[in-house]
C-alpha cells in the first residue's frame, strides 16, 4: 500500500478503505468508506477504466469524501462511501462479477449502502440486490425510485440558475450561451432542461453517437472534447468526470459561471480559489449533484418513498447554492470552503444533539 494513500485517509478521517478481489469473475475494486457520523455510508457503485490501481483508489476516496458533505449539506442523515470497480463496464462487466461485488458490499455488514454511479445501471443494482440487501438505487419494481437521472439533471439546472442570479441579477437563462461537456444519461436530460430555458449549448462527448443524438434532437451546436474549455459562452457544464477544472484547463475558461452534475470538479481545492480570484462563480459539485441522491435515499426516511416529497426536497438545491454564496460574503472565503461549512455545521450540530441524548440516557 502507498503510503501516500494512508497519509490521505489521515488528512481527511477516513474510516475504512476495503480492498476487493474474486479471481473466478476477475474483480478488482476497492470500497471507501469516509464517514458514518449521520448513518452509514452510501454512495455509488462505479465501474471504470483506471490508469492504474492508485487512481481507482484515490478516485473512490475522493468520491466517499464528497459523499458525506453531499448528504450533510443536502440534509439527509446518511455518511459518506463509495466504491469502484476497475474495468471496461462495456466489455468486463458480467452477472458473476456484479455478484461478487455484492458479496463484498454484504460482508460489509451494512457500513456501506451502494448505488448506481458511471458505468453501472438499475440492471446491475438488481443483480447486487440478489447478493445484498444494502443497495439504495433500484427500479421500481424491485422497491425503489427507480432512474435517479431527472432528479440530478434538475438540481444540477437549478443551481446554475442560481449562480446566474448572483452573476446577472437574474436565474433566467433564456439567451445565455452554454458549453456543456457529456452527454451521458444526466447531461442528456439536463440538456434538454437547458435548452427549454432557452439558453443556446454548445456541447461534447467522447461518444460521436451521442453528440449526433444532441444535433438532432435539439439542433445544438458541437466541437471537439478538447475544445469546450476554449468556448466563449456565460456559463461552463461540466457534466462527464471530474478534475476538469486543472492547471490545464483554468486558463482557458471563458466563462462567467461553472456549474453542472460531475463529481470532484476541481482537481485540487486552490482551483476553488482561482476560480473565486477570476470573478467565475461555482456552483459546488455535491451541492448541485444532489437531487439524485436526494431523489433516492427519501425511501429510507419515515413512509417509505413518496414522490412529492423528493421532487420538493430536490428543488430546495436552488436555495442551498444561494445559502452557500451567503456563508460565503459573510465569512470572506471561497464557495467551495462554504459548502464545506454549510454540511461541517450540521455534522456537529447532529454530534451535539446526539451527545446530550448520551448524556440524558
Request: aromatic residues 8%.
Amino acid at each position: 500500500m502507498d503510503a501516500r494513500i494512508l497519509d490521505y485517509m489521515q488528512r481527511y478521517k477516513f474510516k475504512k478503505l476495503v480492498i476487493c478481489n474474486d479471481t473466478d469473475s476477475g474483480l478488482r475494486a476497492v470500497i471507501a468508506i469516509h464517514s458514518t457520523r449521520l448513518g452509514p455510508a452510501t454512495g455509488g457503485l462505479r465501474m471504470w477504466t483506471y490508469a492504474s490501481e492508485e487512481d481507482a483508489i484515490f478516485d473512490a476516496l475522493r468520491l466517499a469524501r464528497g459523499m458525506t458533505y453531499k448528504y450533510a449539506a443536502a440534509g439527509v442523515n446518511l455518511g459518506g462511501g463509495k466504491a469502484v470497480i476497475i474495468g471496461d463496464p462495456k466489455k468486463d462487466k458480467t452477472e458473476a462479477l456484479m455478484r461478487a461485488m455484492g458479496r463484498f458490499i454484504d460482508q460489509q455488514g451494512g457500513e456501506y449502502i451502494t448505488g448506481e454511479d458511471v458505468g453501472t445501471t438499475l440492471d446491475d443494482m438488481e443483480t447486487l440486490y440478489s447478493e445484498t440487501d444494502h443497495v439504495v438505487t433500484l427500479p421500481v419494481h424491485a422497491g425503489g425510485a427507480g432512474d435517479i437521472s431527472p432528479a440530478t439533471a434538475l438540481s444540477s439546472v437549478l443551481a446554475t440558475k442560481a449562480c446566474a442570479l448572483r452573476v446577472w441579477g437574474t436565474a433566467d437563462l433564456a439567451g445565455r450561451t452554454v458549453a456543456l461537456q457529456g452527454l451521458g444519461v444526466c447531461g442528456f436530460k439536463a440538456l434538454k432542461l437547458i435548452v427549454d430555458e432557452g439558453a443556446t449549448v454548445i456541447v461534447s462527448d467522447v461518444d460521436a453517437d451521442k453528440v449526433k443524438a444532441a444535433i438532432a434532437e435539439f439542433g445544438v451546436t458541437a466541437v471537439a472534447p478538447d475544445q469546450i474549455y476554449d468556448q466563449n459562452v456565460d456559463i461552463f457544464a461540466p457534466y462527464a468526470l471530474g478534475a476538469v477544472i486543472n492547471d490545464d484547463t483554468i486558463n482557458r475558461l471563458r466563462c462567467k459561471v461553472v456549474a453542472g452534475s460531475a463529481n470532484n470538479i476541481l482537481a485540487e481545492e486552490r482551483h476553488g480559489d482561482e476560480l473565486q480570484a477570476r470573478g467565475i462563480v461555482y456552483a459546488v459539485d455535491y451541492i448541485a449533484n444532489s437531487g439524485g441522491t436526494i431523489f433516492d435515499t427519501d425511501r429510507f426516511r419515515k413512509g417509505g418513498f413518496q414522490a412529492e416529497r423528493a421532487w420538493a426536497n430536490v428543488r430546495r438545491v436552488y436555495d442551498r447554492t444561494l445559502e452557500v454564496f451567503a456563508i460565503a460574503d459573510a465569512e470572506g472565503i471561497p464557495y467551495y470552503k462554504a459548502a464545506d461549512q454549510l454540511a461541517e455545521r450540521r455534522i456537529a450540530a447532529l454530534d451535539g444533539v446526539r451527545l446530550l441524548e448520551t448524556k440524558k440516557r
